[in-house]
């Protein structure tokens, strides 16, 4: 871990530039804010292909890297891992670490989800939902190998490599950190699974837990697991991928973080699931709401702004709430 106090990450709308929420040059002087006020000690990018398309994940991270200079970066979730090429993926993100000094984190994750886009990523790449959390895990030690040693010969069930080498190497030694993103839900051994491959294969866990108590109750699993397999849990790191709308009338905020969610995730949130998932009203409700995750243990909390205001919410954060949690 990186400390004992919380850390807040701010999120990119970077699917917002498909409905007119942001744009790309508002999205850079965003990350340029959230340094220079010494708050967010990180910023990210969602990140897709066919399922929700937006701006390319690696392309704007690249861009905010060269207008920063001390925030970490990555994707809040890499849906698209399993679909990429690990070789070419092991240049990309190599060349990004090195532009960005060091500061990179890759968040790997499945990407598995109901939507006509992701069936068409299926269509497009041959990969089907059975097959994502193999190439996930296959990814991960492809890329940690290619980062780490000059000739790797790779023999598994989605990948083969010959003697590949890739260079220049990634800044971070031995290699940047991979974490992966999940939510641990569904039957007791597909939780155990989920808390297995995160205790395994990763650096650190992203989630988008639905509320304080099932982040601890999925933290103590995965310490669990990483413990029966000889890892010291304190050596990783967690995040929340949450989102934030502060308005004084809590109604407004909610009516637009209820268009703006189901714009960016093309579905029809009822309010418990909102609820669950975004921290709105008032900032007083904020703060309060926060520093539960807070008291939770969460290291990292990364906030995404709900809004068609994009600069505007930015700073009610850095003046209303986050100096308070």
């Known amino acids: 871990m990186r400390g004992d106090r919380i850390q807040f990450g701010l999120m990119l709308a970077n699917r917002g530039v498909t409905f007119g929420a942001t744009t790309p040059a508002q999205m850079l002087e965003m990350a340029e804010i959230a340094e220079r006020s010494g708050l967010y ?10 399922g929700r398309p937006r701006m390319e994940s690696i ?72 097959d994502r959390a193999g190439r996930l895990v296959e990814s991960i030690q492809v890329l940690q190998r290619l980062w780490t040693e000059d000739h790797v010969t790779f023999t598994g069930k989605y990948y083969l490599l010959d003697d590949v080498s890739v260079g220049p190497k990634p800044a971070q030694q ?43 109750r999925g933290w103590a699993g995965i310490q669990e697991q990483a413990r029966q397999l000889g890892r010291d849990p304190s050596e990783l790191e967690t995040a929340l991928y949450h989102n934030i709308n502060v308005n004084d009338d ?29 921290t709105y009203g008032p900032a007083e409700e904020c703060i309060a709401k926060l520093r539960r995750y807070a008291a ?30």
């Not at 000690?41 to 066919?50: E, H, I, K, P, T």
């Not at 190599?94 to 990179?104: E, H, P, Q, V």
């Not at 268009?259 to 998932?277: G, I, K, N, P, S």
């Open 41 to 50: 000690a990180s910023v990210w990018a969602g990140d897709s292909l066919l």
């Open 59 to 130: 392309t704007l991270l690249s861009a905010v890297a060269a207008r920063t200079q001390r925030v970490r970066l990555g994707p809040g979730c890499m849906s698209s891992f399993p679909l990429r090429d690990p070789v070419q993926l092991a240049y990309q993100w190599a060349s990004l670490d090195l532009i960005s000094a060091g500061r990179t984190i890759l968040v790997a994750c499945t990407g598995i989800g109901p939507l006509e886009g992701h069936q068409a990523e299926a269509r497009q790449y041959g990969v089907t939902p059975g």
């Open 174 to 216: 031995p290699h940047p950190p991979i974490w992966i993103a999940n939510n641990p839900k569904g039957s007791p051994a597909l939780v155990e699974r989920l808390y297995l491959r995160v205790a395994r294969h990763a650096d650190g866990w992203f989630c988008g837990a639905d509320g304080p108590e099932a982040f601890v």
């Open 250 to 278: 809590r109604e407004a905020a909610y009516d637009e973080t209820k268009r703006f969610m189901d714009l960016y995730y093309e579905t029809d949130y009822r309010r418990e699931a909102l609820d669950r998932v975004v």
């Open 296 to 325: 939770a243990g969460m290291g990292t909390i990364t906030l995404r702004c709900t809004s068609w205001d994009q600069l505007g919410q930015l700073r009610r954060c850095l003046e209303e709430v986050l100096p308070f949690v």
